[in-house]
């Protein structure tokens, strides 16, 4: 017959509650975005590898509807709206951005370095934290399943490793 074999992740902690405020000065609450996944994404305008970034972040919020997958951008230019309004429009940014701060960064356990960003299990746990650029083809393995996930609920989160054995030998 055949045996499959599937490890799945261990729960992650919680993610913290936080805010933030938008571009335009509106507050946005963790809360918004309870029941889909959800990358949080520390950047700056600076931040070469960030920005390098941005392109695979806009495919993959057009790949899925906001409720399966929500990116959101967190600037961390302490000049603000001035500085970041311009490079959201350069890139044609198409998911929220807002304006970092100490307290968000603090509860997420520090941003020591660029990009850093984390991912947010649909049931609200972290389930990765990744630090400095990753490329389309990482982004799409870390995201997509997570998302599909989001989309159905009823469907176990994915393996994080399959092995198939069969006795076809």
């Known amino acids: 017959g055949n045996i499959r074999w599937l490890l799945y992740r261990s729960p992650g902690p919680q993610a913290p509650e936080w805010w933030a405020y938008d571009l335009n000065g509106r507050l946005v609450q963790s809360d918004e ?25 806009n495919q993959m919020t ?21 500085v970041v309004q311009p ?6 940014v198409n998911y929220p951005v807002l304006l ?10 520090g941003v020591d370095a660029l990009p850093t960003a984390i991912l947010i299990s649909p049931e609200g746990e972290i389930v990765g934290r ?24 009823n469907r176990p989160p994915p393996p994080i490793l399959q092995i198939d054995f069969n006795d076809a030998g």
């Open 62 to 82: 057009d790949s899925f509807a906001p409720e399966e997958l929500t990116i959101i951008g967190l600037a961390t230019d302490p000049e603000g709206a001035p």
């Open 100 to 109: 970092s701060h100490s307290a968000v960064e603090e509860a997420f356990g």
């Open 130 to 153: 990744h630090v400095l650029f990753r490329d389309h083809d990482f982004w799409t393995r870390e995201l997509t399943p997570i998302a599909l996930h989001a989309r159905d609920l």
């Open 33 to 57: 975005f309870a029941g889909r996944a959800v990358l949080i994404d520390f950047w700056a305008t600076w931040c070469g590898p960030c920005l390098a970034e941005i392109p695979f972040f």
């Open 87 to 92: 490079v959201v429009d350069e890139f044609e």
